[in-house]
């Protein structure tokens, strides 16, 4: 029996948001070989959109241990004696940070013992995919959620000239509860809303009215506006206009509620979904529950619902206020990696074959190799780098934070008020700035 199906594997993930801890806690667990105990450590990669304690208790992932970095103490972590190197390393990341890190652990590592490396996506790729696949190459494996993507994902390695063997089709790894039973009493219509989608004042408050004015059309049934964050926390993307807000002072009838908490937990009780676009959709067909995703504001590549054209979900509030019931159709469906068919327990058997045979190689792993380098993307490579705090080879820069020491206590209270102050620019500053720019 291989090593590494006996041994206790220690097993990091380094994300930026809640999103990606949830994404890459439960990848982290769902691709380590079958059989070995693992000890899961997180760190949090210190931003504007760094997790609160709530949202972290709301994604319902538990660590061994979790502590907030940044990049290059998160590096220095990397870099501790034998007895703290990990097994494997999870990078949930956006891809500039992906890439960052990359040349920074390759710096450190050399040709020298080094985790296996996995990286991917959290959701639906509909924007930006050969920016954010070139970003993320160099990890030992880059996950695709579904068919449909690893295909995208070797077509865009392979036309670069870059190697595609690290793409490993797996499944979104927070599918999961019990099939649709049947309708609830009283029925229940749950809109899930994005932070980022759609992102005008005028969008949002037409969605909103439409989901209030659904609830009272159908006094029968229970409508739910399901909610990522509260005002003054960060998700994934930046909510400039949430729809708490938009709600406050209008009329809403008895049976329109507002409601937070675990996906997963809602979809339990849930009739009909309804979203723009967002990933949640992805669960509730997992689930065989009906799900719509709107054309209101058309079929655009910028609110993403382009993705599900063909998916048999598309329709407008019109024709859901009519009573309509979507019908999905199945080869898209299979194609997405929902594995509605039952196959979903297999998703993952692939990815784990690859890592333990990773994890056994007698001579050890070959160095990182990121397609970008300062030879191949030279006008483009340094500045990711930099934002990092990282030279053009990967190694700290002079001056980076806490390139070579814990913070004291002292450094530990400044940042944590110059972080809030940042926050609160970010969150409640910058967009009255924007919008009084627009005037």
């Not at 970095?69 to 990078?91: I, K, N, W």
């Not at 400039?240 to 406050?248: D, I, R, T």
């Not at 929902?338 to 074959?353: H, I, L, N, P, Q």
Request: aromatic share 6%; glycine share 10%.
């Amino acid at each position: 029996m291989p090593a590494s199906a006996t041994k206790s594997l220690r097993v990091a993930v380094l994300a930026d948001s809640d999103t990606r801890w949830k994404w890459g806690a439960l990848t982290a667990q769902r691709v380590t070989p079958t059989g070995a105990e693992i000890r899961l450590d997180g760190y949090l990669l210190r931003g504007r959109a760094t997790p609160t304690a709530r949202q972290l208790k709301e994604v319902g992932v538990r660590a061994d241990s979790l502590r907030e970095v940044t990049g290059v103490e998160f590096l220095r972590a990397m870099g501790e004696g034998p007895e703290d190197r990990y097994d494997v390393l999870v990078l949930a990341l956006v891809g500039g940070g992906v890439q960052a890190m990359l040349h920074g652990l390759r710096n450190l590592w050399g040709s020298g013992k080094r985790p296996v490396v996995v990286t991917g996506y959290v959701g639906v790729v509909y924007e930006k995919l050969a920016d954010g696949l070139l970003l993320r190459h160099g990890a030992d494996l880059v996950l695709a959620n579904s068919r449909h993507d690893a295909d995208r994902f070797r077509a865009v390695y392979e036309g670069v000239g870059a190697d595609a063997s690290a793409v490993t089709e797996v499944a979104l790894p927070f599918l999961g509860g019990e099939p649709y039973a049947g309708e609830h009493d009283p029925y229940t219509v749950v809109f899930a809303v994005q932070p980022s989608v759609p992102d005008s004042r005028k969008d949002r408050a037409y969605l909103l009215d439409r989901l209030i004015e659904h609830a009272r059309k159908h006094p029968e049934r229970e409508v739910l506006l399901k909610l990522r964050s509260k005002p003054g926390e960060h998700t994934t993307h930046i909510e400039e206009l949430p729809y708490q807000k938009l709600v406050q002072g209008k009329d809403v009838p008895a049976n329109f509620r507002l409601v937070y908490g675990h996906m997963g937990e809602v979809l339990d009780r849930t009739d009909l979904l309804v979203t723009v676009s967002s990933t949640a959709a992805l669960e509730a067909l997992h689930r065989r529950i009906p799900t719509v995703v709107l054309t209101d504001l058309g079929v655009r590549e910028v609110l993403g619902n382009h993705h599900f054209t063909g998916s048999g979900c598309l329709a407008s509030w019109d024709q859901l206020d009519a009573g309509h019931r979507p019908a999905p159709d199945e080869e898209w469906v299979a194609r997405q990696g929902v594995a509605a068919d039952g196959t979903y327990a297999t998703a993952f058997d692939t990815a784990r074959e690859r890592i333990t045979e990773l994890l056994d190689r007698p001579e050890g792993l070959p160095p990182l190799t990121p397609y970008y380098t300062p030879e191949t993307a030279p006008g483009y490579l340094p500045g990711i780098l930099a934002r990092h705090h990282l030279g053009p080879d990967g190694a700290p820069l002079p001056g980076a934070p806490a390139a070579d020491k814990e913070p004291g206590p002292v450094r530990q209270i400044v940042r944590r008020a110059a972080r809030g102050a940042y926050r609160h620019g970010v969150q409640r500053v910058a967009p009255v700035i924007r919008r009084m720019g627009e005037l």
